[in-house]
C-alpha cells in the first residue's frame, strides 16, 4: 500500500500516502500544518482563513490517513471523523479479533449489523457490476499467498485450485432484513480491503457535509477525496504516483484537477513481493486465483462515490487495460472515468477526464466512447 496522491496548492506541496515512511509524514505535517493549519496551533498567527482549518493525522486501517477541513466547524468534522475512522477501522478489519468480519470468517457469528452490513451489501452488488473482478471472498486465496501476515509464499496450483472452490460471491447468501449471512461451505471467508477504505472516505465526506464544510481534503492512504473546492474556488489539484518509483515522494505521473470527486488507486507497485525476479502483487485475479498480472502497474479511479471508486479500482486492476477499457465503454450501472499506468510507463486515460489530468511523464493516450 505504498500508494499515495498528492494535492499541490499554489505555493506549497500537500502528500497523501498509504503505508509512507514517516520522513514523508514529517512531510506531509509541514506541507499541511506549517501553513498554520493544524487545528491546535496558536490562533493569534493564523490569518482568518486559517483559523477556520483543521487537520488532523490519523493511522487507522493499516494505513495514514489525513483529513483536512475549511470552515467554522472545521475542528467538530474532523474530530468527528477521526472517531469514525477508528471505528470503522475496528469494524471492517478481517484480522481484528472484535470485527464483525473476523466474527463471520470464525463462525463465531451469522449476524453483521452497521457498517459492516453496509460494506456487505455495497461488495454484493459491486461484485456482480464488475463482472466479478471484484470480489471479497478471494480472502482465502488472499492468505494462502501470505499477504495479510506478509510471509509471503508461492501457494501450488493444486492448493490454488482447492481454495479457488472456497471462493465466488454466489456462495453467500446475504439477507439485509435480518442481518444474517450465509456462506456455501465453511472454509469461505471475505475481506472488505479492497473497499473499506472507499467505504470510509464516502463517510467522512457525509460527516465534513454536515457540519456544512464545503472545501475539505480527505486522503485514507491514496484514497482521496477532494471535497467541494479549494477555499478560492478553484479546483484541488490531486497528483497520481509514478508506479515506477514508489518510495520517491516527488515522483508523480500526473495530475488531476477536480472538484467534488474521489481518486482511488490501486497498483501493482503498492503491496507485492517477488520470487525469482517475478513480482507477486497483492491484488488477486477471482478467476485464476493468482495475483494480477497484466501490464498494468496502477489504476486510478476518479468517481463521486469512495465505495464505488475502491471496487472499481481493484477491478479494474484485474481486468486489465483492454478489457477495463471496453468495461468502461458499456458502463451504465457505474459512471467513473480511470487513469491507466502500464508497467512501461504508458499513460492511458479516460475522455471525461482527459482535459483535466496532465502528465509529467508521458503524453496520456486518451481512451474515447466510440
Ligand atoms: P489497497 O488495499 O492498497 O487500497 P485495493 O483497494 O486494490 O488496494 O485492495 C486490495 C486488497 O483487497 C488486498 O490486499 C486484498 O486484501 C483484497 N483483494 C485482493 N484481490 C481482490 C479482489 N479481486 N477483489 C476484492 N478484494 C481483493
Ligand atoms: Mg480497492
Redesign the pocket.
Known amino acids: 500500500m505504498e500508494k499515495f496522491s498528492e494535492r499541490f496548492s499554489d505555493r506549497r506541496l500537500c502528500r497523501i500516502s498509504g503505508l509512507f515512511p514517516v520522513i514523508l509524514i514529517c512531510l506531509l505535517f509541514v506541507s499541511l500544518c506549517g501553513c498554520s493549519m493544524q487545528s491546535d496551533s496558536s490562533s493569534s498567527e493564523k490569518t482568518p482563513e486559517e483559523s477556520e482549518s483543521a487537520t488532523r493525522e490519523v493511522y487507522a486501517m493499516d494505513t495514514y490517513m489525513t483529513l483536512t477541513a475549511y470552515g467554522a466547524s472545521a475542528d467538530d468534522a474532523v474530530s468527528e471523523a477521526s472517531r469514525r475512522l477508528y471505528e470503522l477501522d475496528a469494524e471492517l478489519s478481517a484480522t481484528d479479533e472484535s470485527s464483525q468480519i473476523y466474527a463471520l470468517n470464525n463462525r463465531l457469528s451469522d449476524q453483521v449489523s452497521g457498517d459492516a452490513a453496509a460494506v456487505l451489501s455495497a461488495s454484493i452488488r459491486l461484485s456482480s457490476l464488475t463482472e466479478h473482478c471484484f470480489d471479497i471472498s478471494v480472502y482465502p486465496l488472499v492468505c494462502a499467498w501470505g499477504f495479510p501476515t506478509r510471509e509471503y509464499r508461492i501457494p501450488s496450483g493444486e492448493e490454488i485450485n482447492s481454495l479457488l472452490s472456497h471462493t465466488g460471491m454466489e456462495g453467500i447468501s446475504f439477507d439485509e432484513s435480518t442481518g444474517t449471512v450465509t456462506f456455501a461451505d465453511d472454509q469461505m471467508m471475505i475481506d472488505a480491503g479492497?473497499?473499506a477504505k472507499?467505504y470510509a472516505s464516502d463517510v467522512v465526506a457525509d460527516i465534513f457535509r454536515s457540519h456544512d464544510i464545503t472545501s475539505g481534503l480527505i486522503s485514507l492512504g491514496g484514497n482521496v477525496c477532494a471535497l467541494g473546492s479549494k477555499t478560492d474556488g478553484s479546483d484541488w489539484n490531486v497528483a497520481i504516483q509514478d508506479p515506477s518509483s514508489p518510495s520517491d515522494p516527488n515522483a508523480y505521473a500526473g495530475i488531476v484537477s477536480c472538484s467534488d470527486a474521489f481518486l482511488?488507486t490501486?497498483g501493482s507497485y503498492q503491496r507485492y513481493f517477488t520470487e525469482d525476479g517475478k513480482r507477486y502483487c497483492h491484488i488477486i485475479d477471482p478467476s485464476t486465483g493468482y495475483p494480477a498480472d497484466n501490464g498494468l502497474a496502477s489504476v486510478t479511479v476518479i468517481s463521486s462515490s469512495g465505495t464505488e471508486g475502491?471496487?472499481l479500482?481493484?477491478a479494474l486492476y484485474v481486468m486489465g487495460l483492454e478489457r477495463a477499457s471496453e468495461f468502461w465503454r458499456n458502463s451504465t450501472d457505474l459512471r467513473f472515468d480511470a487513469i491507466f499506468i502500464t508497467e512501461e510507463g504508458k499513460i492511458y486515460v479516460t475522455e471525461g477526464i482527459a482535459g483535466d489530468f496532465e502528465s509529467s511523464l508521458a503524453e496520456p493516450e486518451v481512451i474515447s466512447r466510440s
Open positions: 479492497a473497499i472507499g482511488i490501486s475502491d471496487a479500482s481493484t
